[in-house]
C-alpha cells in the first residue's frame, strides 16, 4: 500500500476536477469534488449510487443526500468530515484506516452509512475496533448493575427481595447511606483487629497464666472476640443472600475472609477439649499457626479498597511478565550460585559448602539485599559476585516497565468505564424524566420547562461530547438517541 503514489483529489477550490466528470460534496462544511469513474469502482456504495443516480433524475437523490444545491451543484451530508477523508481512501487505495481520533464504533457507523463493508477495513482497524466493541459490552454490564442496584428486579417477591435488599446493603457500599455506613463499620473493624493482633504480641502488653505461660491481655481478647463475631456475623449474612453460593464459596476474597475466621473457632473448639489435649505439642505447634493465620484479616481490606483491586487485576494481566522475571532470576540463581560454589573451593574458609547452599547468596546478592552472612573471599568469587549483582538489577529492571504499564492501562480503563457508565445512567434519567413531562401535558410541561431546559440542552450538548457512548435504547417510544456521527478519543 505504502510503495502506491497516492492520486490526487480535488480540494475546495475544485479547480482540479470537472463538474462534467465529478461530484461536489459539502461533507459537513468540507467540500469535495471526486471523479465519477473513481466512485464507480466500488458501485454499489452510496456515492458510486449518488454518481449515477445524478446523471438522471435529481428528484431520486433524496434517499442518497441530505440535501442537494442546485445552485452551486453540492450534494450535502450532514457527517463527519474527518472519518469521510478516511471513507475516500477506499476508492483511491482500495482499504481504510482508522486516523487517530475517530471513534472505532463510530466509524464503523458510517461506514454502514456510505454501504461500504467491513472487509475493506484494515487489519490492523479491525484490532482497535475489537478492543473497542469489549470496551462497550464492559460499559454495558456496569450500566446493568448500576441500574439492577438502583431500581432492583421487578420481578423478585417476598424472600427474593429481600436477599436482594441484604445483599446490596453488604456488597453495595454506594448503593445507600446504611450501606455506607456498614462498609465504613466493616472498615473499621478490619483495622482495629488488625491492630490488636499486633500489639498483643507485645511481652509488656501480657499476662501470665497459673503455669507461667504468657497469654494475650483480656481486654485485647475481648476485643479481638467482638472483631470475630462482627467478621462471622458479616460473612454469613452475605452467605446467605448471595444469589450464587457456589461462586461465593469459591470467591478468591471470600476465601479469605473464612481464613480470617476460622483459626479463632479451631483454637477455641482444641481449648474447649481440655487441657490434656493442649499439652501435646503437636496440637500447640498448630494453635499457633492458626493464630499466624489471622494476617489473613489484613487482605480483607481489598473489598473495601478499589485500588487494592486494580493492582490485583493488573498482577493478573502481568503473570507471562511475571513469569519471565522468576525465569530470569532462576537461571541466574543456578549458574552464579554454581560458579560460587566452584570458585571458591580453593579458600581453606570457604562459605560455601555446595550448590544448594550456595543458592541463598545467589538470591539475595542478585536481589540487591546482601545481608553479608555469606560471601566470597576470593578474588575470582568477588568478581562473579560483581556479575552476578549486575545481572540481577539488569533481569529485575527488564520487566517493570511493562507491570506498571499494564497497571496503568488498567486503572485508566477501570477509571473511564465507571465514568462512561455513570455518564450513562444520567442521560437515561434526563430523557426519561423529559418523556415523563411530556406525557403529562402542556400545562406541566410549561412550568417544568423553565426548571429542565438547562439541564436538558447541557445533556443533549453531552450527547454530542466526546465522552458519549450509547449503549441502551432510549427509554422514549419513537424518540431518536442523539446523533452518533460525532467522532471522539478511543482511548
Not at 536481589?367 to 575470582?380: F, H, Q
Not at 545481572?391 to 506498571?404: K, N, T, Y
Not at 411530556?438 to 436538558?456: F, L
Request: charged share 20%; with cysteine.
Amino acid at each position: 500500500m505504502w510503495g502506491i503514489t497516492r492520486t490526487r483529489y480535488a480540494d475546495c477550490n475544485g479547480s482540479e476536477a470537472s463538474e462534467e466528470t465529478g461530484i461536489v460534496l459539502n461533507i459537513g462544511g468540507v467540500i469535495q469534488v471526486l471523479c465519477g469513474d473513481v466512485l464507480n469502482r466500488f458501485p454499489e456504495t452510496r456515492l458510486a449510487e449518488l454518481w449515477n443516480t445524478s446523471k438522471g433524475c435529481l428528484e431520486d437523490l433524496s434517499s442518497l443526500c441530505d440535501d442537494y444545491d442546485s445552485g452551486k451543484g453540492e450534494f450535502y451530508f450532514d457527517r463527519d468530515p474527518d472519518a469521510f477523508k478516511c471513507i475516500i481512501e477506499l476508492y483511491y487505495y482500495g482499504e481504510i484506516h482508522i486516523k487517530r481520533g475517530i471513534c472505532p464504533i463510530c466509524f464503523v457507523q458510517e461506514m454502514e452509512f456510505w454501504k461500504i463493508d467491513l472487509y475493506f477495513l484494515d487489519d490492523c482497524c479491525k484490532g482497535d475496533l475489537q478492543e473497542a466493541e469489549d470496551e462497550l459490552a464492559e460499559i454495558a454490564e456496569k450500566v446493568q448493575s448500576i441500574l439492577v442496584d438502583r431500581e432492583g428486579d421487578p420481578s423478585a417477591r417476598g424472600w427474593q427481595c429481600f436477599q436482594m435488599c441484604l445483599w446490596k446493603l453488604l456488597e453495595k457500599p454506594e448503593s445507600s447511606l446504611s450501606a455506607r455506613v456498614i462498609a465504613i463499620v466493616s472498615f473499621l473493624f478490619i483495622l482495629i483487629s488488625s491492630v490488636v493482633m499486633c500489639v498483643g504480641t507485645i511481652p509488656d502488653l501480657q499476662v501470665e497464666d497459673a503455669e507461667g505461660n504468657h497469654m494475650e491481655h483480656p481486654i485485647l481478647e475481648a476485643i479481638e472476640t467482638t472483631c470475630i463475631g462482627w467478621f462471622t456475623v458479616e460473612y454469613v449474612l452475605r452467605l446467605i443472600s448471595s444469589p450464587n453460593k457456589v461462586k461465593f464459596v469459591l470467591s478468591f476474597m471470600n476465601i479469605i475472609d473464612f481464613m480470617a475466621i476460622m483459626p479463632f473457632y479451631v483454637v477455641l473448639t482444641l481449648t474447649s477439649l481440655g487441657t490434656a489435649m493442649m499439652e501435646l505439642a503437636n496440637v500447640q505447634q498448630a494453635v499457633q499457626a492458626l493464630r499466624i493465620m489471622r494476617i489473613a484479616r489484613i487482605f480483607k481490606l481489598a473489598r473495601h479498597s478499589s485500588g487494592l483491586q486494580t493492582l490485583t487485576s493488573a498482577l493478573k494481566s502481568s503473570f507471562s511478565e511475571l513469569g519471565m522475571l522468576l525465569m530470569y532470576m532462576g537461571v541466574g540463581v543456578f549458574l552464579f550460585s554454581a560458579l560460587a560454589y566452584t570458585l571458591e573451593q580453593s579458600h581453606p574458609e570457604t562459605m560455601f559448602t555446595s550448590i544448594p547452599q550456595s543458592f541463598w547468596w545467589a538470591v539475595i546478592t542478585m536481589t540487591t539485599v546482601g545481608y553479608g552472612d555469606i560471601y566470597p573471599k576470593t578474588t575470582l568469587g568477588r568478581c562473579n559476585a560483581a556479575v552476578s549483582f549486575l545481572c540481577g538489577v539488569i533481569a529485575i529492571a527488564l520487566p517493570i516497565h511493562p507491570i506498571i504499564n499494564n497497571f496503568v492501562i488498567f486503572y485508566n480503563k477501570q477509571q473511564v468505564l465507571e465514568t462512561a457508565a455513570k455518564h450513562e445512567i444520567e442521560l437515561m434519567a434526563l430523557r426519561s424524566s423529559e418523556a415523563c413531562a411530556e406525557e403529562s401535558g402542556p400545562h406541566i410541561q410549561r412550568r417544568s420547562v423553565g426548571v429542565a431546559a438547562g439541564v436538558w440542552d447541557n445533556a443533549i450538548r453531552s450527547c454530542h461530547s466526546d465522552t458519549y457512548i450509547p449503549l441502551l435504547k432510549d427509554p422514549r417510544a419513537g424518540v431518536q438517541t442523539p446523533s452518533l456521527d460525532r467522532s471522539f478519543d478511543s482511548s
